[in-house]
């Protein structure tokens, strides 16, 4: 009976051990499962890009736990703080956007805080890339005085003055017309088709009227010489 009761004994103490090994296990796996689950700066990340012609830093967190974290990004000359935002992280991530007006090569610190779990930067520091994302507009060149305009360019040379004489209008290749002589006497209506000479003009009417008073003249005179003569006979 004595040899029993002492198997017993250590058997007993032997199951207690065992079940302390595996309590112990336990709380280890239950310490290791909830430390995986809780929110670390690992599952942080932050990036500086262009949002169109704007800056912005991003900051991804992939929490599958969701714990809301408070996201604050600094600059880093000077510590200066330019934005603050609270996200909850998932298992695809989210993202939340801090619009900056950054400088190229210019340096933010991103500070993260989760409860009890998180509050630390994110490393590395994040540092914008080295051009502008929107460029400056190149002013349009003025042309300069001594530059020709289009019009001038296109613009055709004076033609040269010929050497010909112009050929004569209708108006100047006619010959005038002659002018009619007012002192001319008109021709008769019957002799509109005989030529220009003394016969249809008034010289002959005139000479005739010359010859009847000479001849009227000089009965005139024979008739008083002889009336004279017949006076002195008397």
């Given at each position: 009976m004595a040899v029993l009761?002492?198997?017993?004994?250590?058997?007993?103490?032997?199951?207690?051990?065992a079940l302390g090994v595996v309590a112990a296990s336990a709380a280890l796996a239950l310490s290791a499962s909830g430390n995986a689950l809780a929110c670390n700066i690992s599952e942080f990340s932050a990036e500086a890009k262009c949002d169109?012609?704007?800056g912005v830093i991003t900051v991804t967190d992939v929490d599958p736990a969701g714990i809301p974290a408070t996201v604050t990004v600094y600059l880093k000359d000077g510590d200066k703080q330019v934005g603050q935002q609270t996200v909850k992280g998932s298992k695809d991530g989210t993202t939340v956007s801090f619009p900056v007006d950054w400088q190229p090569n210019?340096?933010?610190?991103?500070?993260?805080k989760a409860d009890r779990y998180v509050d630390e930067d994110i490393q590395p520091d994040v540092t914008t890339p080295s051009t502008p994302c929107k460029t400056e507009d190149t002013p349009t060149p003025t042309p300069s005085e001594s530059s020709s305009t289009p019009s001038d360019e296109t613009e055709s040379p004076a033609p040269e003055p010929s050497t010909s004489a112009p050929a004569p209008?209708?108006?100047?290749s006619t010959a005038p017309a002659a002018v009619p002589n007012d002192n001319a006497p008109s021709p008769a209506a019957g002799d509109s088709n005989l030529a220009e000479t003394g016969a249809n003009s008034n010289t002959g009417m005139i000479a005739g009227i010359a010859a009847a008073l000479v001849v009227v003249g000089g009965g005139a005179v024979?008739?008083?010489l002889r009336r004279r003569g017949a006076n002195s006979n008397s």
């Open positions: 009761s002492i198997i017993s004994r250590t058997a007993s103490r032997r199951g207690v051990r169109g012609d704007n210019t340096t933010y610190r991103v500070h993260v209008s209708q108006s100047e024979f008739f008083g």
